[in-house]
Nanobody, 121 residues
Framework: VQLQASGGGLVQAGGSLRLSCAAS????????LGWFRQAPGKERDFVAA???????FYADSVKGRFTISRDNAKSTVYLQMNSLEPEDTAVYYC????????????????WGQGTQVTVSS
C-alpha cells in the first residue's frame, strides 16, 4: 500500500488542523493505521492509531485534543488536531500495518512521506 499525507501547515496556538492520509492499493480496510510525529533532533513518536475494527489509541500528550478516524470507502485516515500547542510542531507521518502493537513505529510496514505542522506561540 502507498500512503500520501496532506493537510499540514502553519497555525497559531489554540488553532486546529486536519491531516489526511490517502492510501492506494488493496484491502485498506484490513490495515491498522497510525500517525506518528518527529520534531527536529528527536525520535519519531506515536501520536494516534485506529485498528481495522476502529479501536483507537492516543499518546497521553494528545488525548482530548486529537481525534483519529478512517473512511474505508475513501481509503483515507484522518487526524483532527484541536487546541494545538507549539509542542505539537513536527513532521507528521501516517503509517499502515497488519500487525499488532499499533503504538510502536517498528510494527508498521508502510509509511507516507510526512507533512509539516508548525504551531506558533
Amino acid at each position: 500500500v502507498q500512503l500520501q499525507a496532506s493537510g499540514g501547515g502553519l497555525v497559531q496556538a489554540g488553532g486546529s488542523l486536519r491531516l489526511s492520509c490517502a492510501a492506494s492499493g488493496r484491502s485498506f480496510n484490513t490495515y491498522h493505521l497510525g500517525w506518528f510525529r518527529q520534531a527536529p533532533g528527536k525520535e519519531r513518536d506515536f501520536v494516534a492509531a485506529i485498528t481495522w475494527r476502529r479501536s483507537t489509541f492516543y499518546a497521553d500528550s494528545v488525548k482530548g485534543r486529537f481525534t483519529i478516524s478512517r473512511d474505508n470507502a475513501k481509503s483515507t485516515v484522518y487526524l483532527q488536531m484541536n487546541s494545538l500547542e507549539p509542542e505539537d510542531t513536527a513532521v507528521y507521518y501516517c503509517a499502515a500495518t497488519t500487525s499488532g502493537g499499533v503504538t510502536a513505529n517498528v510494527m508498521y510496514d508502510y509509511w507516507g512521506q510526512g507533512t509539516q505542522v508548525t504551531v506558533s506561540s
